[in-house]
């Protein structure tokens, strides 16, 4: 009986997350959206008893009263980005425990760093989530099987996965113009992802390819700090907080000029950022250079150098 009622839950599982689509109209406007969705998963460690959960995102459109994805007579028919959370047993749950610091709930679990907007109680057409490009240079690879496992052999896929959120999803201008940055243009024309890639708006005026937009050279900081820390949760968020620039044109609309506020989330009493525990503990165990007093001495407004970090 017991195996009976895993398959049961496994089949139930597989049956939402990879529900038959209503057949659309060719006429209809969003047909080409809903036969190009796709899912995205990504397995991690829930640290309870029990063992692992899965975390799923997805980016469709509302369901109807049936669990089908298509367009509903209300007209709630544009495609977002959702979260869905299971255990070990394939039961779908609404929270779990990422980063051993106690349970979250969904959606607010996964918005913290996929789009910042919390959950206001109803959100019938999403919370303007993200989901976040596959940095190759953050990721540890396996030595077994490296035909199969290594970086170099894996590079199409995750090039494909990376090209199915620009065009499958509702990317930021941020997160278009870092993919686009690290395969070499629109159209991703080269065949392996460039880590080493800096985003115009930290790079000197005219420099490189886009050529950079700021007024200093800030490349550096950029890939020392901005890109291991930050960037990728914040290429998700809309406006300035994307840290897309070093110093922009206006007022307080670059990473420069937020000095005061980045100073206060990273170093005061709370030490709030950066928010995912793992980067949290990288940023401050960090060597060569040692990321806080990097980003002290990085010459941002309202931080004194040699100012105390932490606070």
């Keep these: 009986m017991e195996g009976r009622e895993r398959l049961r839950r496994r089949r139930e599982q597989r049956r ?5 689509r209503p057949r659309l109209r060719p006429q209809d406007a969003h047909a080409k959206e809903w036969r190009q969705r796709r899912l995205l998963r990504l397995e991690l460690p829930d640290r ?3 063992g692992d959960c899965q975390v799923v995102a997805q980016h469709s459109g509302q369901s109807d009263r049936h669990g089908r994805d298509g367009v509903l007579a209300d007209g709630r028919r544009s495609p977002f980005t ?3 959370v299971f255990d070990n047993q394939g039961n779908r749950i609404n929270k779990a425990d990422l980063d051993a610091a106690g349970v979250k709930y969904v959606p607010n679990l996964c918005v913290i760093c996929h789009g910042q907007n919390p959950y206001p109680g109803s959100a019938a057409n999403g919370l303007n989530a993200r989901f976040i490009p596959f940095d190759l240079d953050s990721f540890q690879y396996p030595t077994i099987l490296p035909f199969l496992f290594s970086r170099a052999a894996q590079e199409g896929q995750f090039k494909g996965l990376n ?6 999803t509702n990317p930021t201008p941020a997160i278009t113009e870092l993919v686009h940055g690290w395969y070499g243009g629109a159209g991703l024309p080269n065949a392996t992802q460039n880590g080493a890639y800096v985003v115009p708006g930290w790079r000197l005026n005219g420099t490189g390819i886009p050529p950079g937009t700021s007024p200093v050279d800030k490349s550096a900081l950029y890939r020392d700090v901005v890109k291991p820390s930050c ?5 998700t968020r809309n406006g300035t907080a994307n840290w897309s620039l070093w110093d922009g044109p206006g ?5 420069k000029e937020r000095g005061a506020t980045i100073r206060s989330f990273v170093c005061g009493p709370n030490r709030v950022m950066p928010n995912a525990r ?3 503990s990288n940023f401050w165990l960090s060597t060569s ?3 806080p007093a990097a980003l002290g001495a990085g010459g941002l407004d309202f931080w004194p150098a040699g100012a105390p970090c932490p606070q």
């Design 289 to 291: 250079p040692h990321q």
């Design 278 to 280: 793992l980067t949290y």
């Design 48 to 50: 309870q008893p029990g």
């Design 163 to 168: 090209n199915r959120i620009l065009t499958n």
């Design 16 to 20: 939402l997350l990879q529900r038959r």
């Design 231 to 235: 960037r990728s949760c914040h290429i």
């Design 82 to 84: 959702k979260f869905y």
């Design 251 to 255: 007022t307080n609309d670059g990473f």
